[in-house]
């Protein structure tokens, strides 16, 4: 079929034609900076799931509700080599910019200019031409402690806002490679900001382990923050998922063509979308058929291989990949760390700082104490049918 009308987006954060089975998530997220935004109480939010469960799509709607619900908005996208603060600063400057330029909020954005270039000023952060001839809040933001400034900036913000009748949303994605310093000054941040009722919030998403390392930063972090669990579809919202995209071209797909899809791609919404790809640009006419969609799962897997998988691959050392590849012999997880150990005929303590290692890049997880898993949906399977 034409591929210009493929209906199905299989980018990374690319918006889904149908966000199925999402609706709870975003309407919760509506409410809350519905609430935040009028003077009233709502928690924040992390959402927590795999690789290709959609977190950063849905970071990406919660970003449009809150624009749309009078907000100015920042995000950021977490790196692995770059500090909060180095990432924060210019979007602040930019929210202070847009808010300056209402009236009501003109003497209160001069006001956190001025805290905003001590918190520049203490961090060593390059000062862009908007502060010129703004002199710094003395005693504001300058203290050199991260949980403390960031705080205070965050206040400075939030009565900016606050007095244009506005809120701010910061969306932080891959929340999972802050360090615990930043982790920490984060929550105690929303913490300031819940105590003094001003209107902001911050939206998050990361790897499931952020829930723990969460609540070891601060314990009250479960009290400030929901985590809604982002995973797979279930079957009905699956095919919602693959089937309404093709409806709305005139397009239809045999039942049994449309369970090999949600079998394959364990209801990931973006396996999901790589399929659905595919078996579009494989099928020459309605309906896709269960030999397209056996096609077009070859040449899926081929892209994924050759790119989603083989890209995550590349980052891990030689005994990295020893050590994944042990797990994946054992089949599905999630594996017990000892069992790895015996398949590596090695001490699980030996391989302690091997196993830290691969998490920190983001490859693996602890669901619970003594058990580690993939991050990466499907990563088990990869692993087996490739030969390194």
């Not at 100015?72 to 603060?85: A, C, D, G, R, Y």
């Not at 009250?220 to 579809?233: K, N, T």
Request: charged share 25%; aromatic share 8%.
């Amino acid at each position: 079929m034409d591929p210009l009308r493929n209906p199905f987006s299989p980018g990374a954060g690319s918006r889904p034609p149908e966000l199925a089975g999402r609706e709870d998530i975003v309407s919760a997220a509506n409410v809350a900076l519905g609430r935040v935004v009028m003077g009233r109480s709502a928690q924040s939010q992390i959402f927590l799931g795999l690789r290709g469960t959609g977190k950063t799509v849905l970071l990406n709607e919660v970003l449009e509700i809150a624009e749309r619900t009078n907000y100015v908005t920042s995000f950021i996208e977490t790196p692995e080599n770059k500090s909060l603060t180095e990432m924060l600063y210019p979007q602040m400057r930019q929210v202070l910019r847009k808010l300056s330029n209402l009236e009501a909020a003109k003497q209160s954005a001069r006001s956190a200019f001025r805290v905003l270039r001590s918190f520049a000023a203490t961090f060593k952060i390059a000062i862009g031409d908007v502060e010129i001839g703004v002199d710094p809040e003395v005693g504001t933001a300058d203290s050199g402690n991260l949980e403390i400034d960031l705080a205070e900036i965050f206040e400075a913000v939030g009565n900016a806002a606050k007095s244009a009748g506005k809120g701010w949303a910061l969306l932080i994605d891959e929340v999972q490679y802050l360090d615990n310093e930043e982790l920490s000054a984060v929550i105690v941040a929303v913490h300031r900001m819940s105590q003094r009722n001003l209107p902001v919030m911050v939206f998050a998403g990361g790897l499931p382990q952020v829930a723990k390392l969460s609540g070891d930063a601060k314990s009250y972090a479960e009290r400030l923050f929901v985590y809604p669990e982002i995973g797979a579809l279930d079957a009905d919202a699956a095919r919602e998922a693959i089937q309404k995209p093709l409806r709305s071209e005139g397009v239809d797909i045999q039942a049994e063509a449309l369970e090999v899809i949600i079998n394959k791609t364990g209801g990931y919404p973006f396996f999901l979308q790589e399929w659905g790809h595919h078996a579009w640009n494989t099928a020459s006419d309605s309906p896709i058929t269960l030999e397209d969609v056996l096609k077009a799962s070859q040449k899926a897997l081929d892209r994924l291989d050759s790119g989603f998988f083989r890209v995550r691959l590349d980052r891990l050392t030689r005994a990295e990949i020893d050590y994944v590849k042990a797990m994946a012999a054992l089949g599905r997880g999630p594996y017990k760390v000892n069992d790895v150990a015996q398949a590596l005929g090695m001490e699980p303590k030996a391989l302690g700082p091997r196993r830290a290692s691969i998490i920190k890049k983001g490859m693996i997880y602890a669901p619970s104490y003594g058990d580690i898993d993939f991050t990466v949906p499907l990563f088990d399977d990869f692993l087996r049918r490739t030969r390194f």
